[in-house]
Structures are given as C-alpha cells and as structure tokens.
C-alpha cells in the first residue's frame, strides 16, 4: 500500500476517534432531564398529582363512594351487634317471666331489641282486640299480623343505607372503567400530537389508566363482601323474630287459640 495513503487512514482514524470519544458525556448529559423526568413521574402520587382534571374527579368520587361504603358498613356491624346482645337478653327475660308476667317492663329495658318490639306489638294488639268481641281464632291472626308487621318494620330500619353498599359494588367498577377508557384515550391523543408511539408518551395515559381501575376494584370488593354480610345479618335477625312470633303466640295465646 502506498505510503500516502497509509498516512490518510492513519489521519482520519485520529480524527474520528476523538469526536465519537468527545460526544459520549455530551448524550449522557442530554439523557439526564429525561431519567428525572421518568423519575419524578414513577411514583403512584405523582401519577395521580399530574393526572387530567377528569381522571382526578373519577379518583375522588370513588374516593368518596368506597369511605362511605366503610362507614355505613361500620356503623350497621355495630348495630347488629348491639341488637343480637340485647335480643339474647330479652328473650331470657322473656322466658323467665311465667304466663301472665310483666312483658312490657322487659321491653322497655330493651329498647333496640327487634323482639321486644315485636313482643310490645303483640302486647298491645291482644289489649286492643278481645276474645269476646272477635273471637279466639281471629285474635290469634290479628295479634299474629301485629307482630309480624313489627318485625318487618324493625328489620327495615336496619336495612337503612345498606343499600349504598351493594350501589357501590355494581357501578364503582364501571367508573373506574370510565377512568381507564379516558387514559388510553389520553393516550392515543398524546401518540397522535406527538408523532411519536415511544414509551415515554404511553406510559402516563396508562399507568393513569390503571390506577383508575385499581381504585375501582377497590371501592367495589369490600362494598360487596359487607352488602352480603349485612344480609345475612339481617336474615339471622328476621328468623329469630319469626321464631320469637311463634313462641310468644304459644305461650301467651297459644291455650285459648286451642
């Protein structure tokens, strides 16, 4: 090989080492603002600070749909739970009491009890209504019909807001829908505007996407585990009022029906 061109590769070689050398800090400088970038927005807050006004109204009604599911699911626990205590204890009274003894002193000792309101609409049904003037027979139905009336009427008011609870179970998942078909819809915007399908301008659209369905799901899972549980709650209590109807009929007009 000729010598002058030996020297000319030698030369050029010399010259495009540096410059590829040289501009290595140049692009990792220039990656920087782009991995804080990524950086700041990796995070759930900033995700859901930096998210659109209607992707935030979607979080904050769901928010406010699931606090209040837990609140009215807390509130009716307790108040089963104070209802079954003082259920148990007017029934022992009940029990105790012999065939004409004292009914409504023990049901105003227990004033939440389902079965002392039945037993008290019992009471006053049969004071209303006399064997002689209907007779025997159609005594027994028409305090039967009191009781029974009170009973549901007392499980009613339990049931209050319980409602709210099986509410959100069916629609928070469809808001959070909504929420996840906006952040891919932001999404395909933000494809469109820039030019660009990189992840970097997908990533916000969905990861936004999902966080409105998580908080979907999580609204709508507890609300349906409590709406089932409340039920059943409420259906141990109707029997037990059932079951009390009978006895009360039995013990108190049971011989005169016969």
Not at 50 to 76: C, E, I, N, Q, T
Not at 97 to 111: E, F, S
Not at 166 to 192: C, D, K, Q, R, Y
Request: charged fraction near 15%; aromatic fraction near 6%; glycine fraction near 8%.
């Amino acid at each position: 090989m000729c010598p002058r061109i030996v020297a000319d590769l030698r030369d050029f070689t010399r010259k495009v080492k540096p410059m590829v050398i040289a501009s290595l800090p140049t692009v990792l400088l220039s990656l920087l603002p782009l991995q804080a970038g990524a950086a700041a927005a990796s995070s759930i807050p900033s995700l859901v600070a930096h998210a659109s006004p209607f992707s935030k109204a979607v979080l904050l009604l769901l928010v406010g749909m699931s606090v209040y599911s837990w609140a009215v699911l807390w509130d009716r626990l307790r108040l089963y739970g104070r209802v079954r205590v003082q259920d148990a204890r007017f029934l022992q009274a009940f029990r105790g009491l012999d065939a004409g003894g004292d009914v409504k002193l023990a049901t105003h000792q227990h004033p939440i009890s389902v079965l002392a309101r039945t037993a008290l609409a019992g009471l006053k049904a049969t004071e209303q209504h006399a064997a002689e003037s209907v007779g025997a027979a159609a005594r027994f139905e028409l305090v039967q019909r009191a009781m029974d009336r009170a009973a549901d009427e007392a499980v009613n008011q339990l049931e209050r807001h319980v409602g709210f609870l099986a509410t959100t179970g069916s629609v928070a998942p469809f808001i959070g829908l909504m929420g996840t078909v906006w952040g891919v819809m932001v999404s395909f915007v933000n494809i469109g505007a820039q030019g660009s399908a990189t992840l970097v301008v997908v990533a916000p659209g969905i990861a936004e996407a999902l966080i409105a369905t998580i908080a979907g799901l999580a609204a709508a899972i507890p609300s349906v585990i409590g709406y089932n549980h409340c039920l059943g709650k409420l259906r141990e209590i109707g029997h037990s009022a059932a079951q009390f109807t009978s006895e009360y009929m039995d013990r108190r007009l049971g011989a005169r029906h016969s």
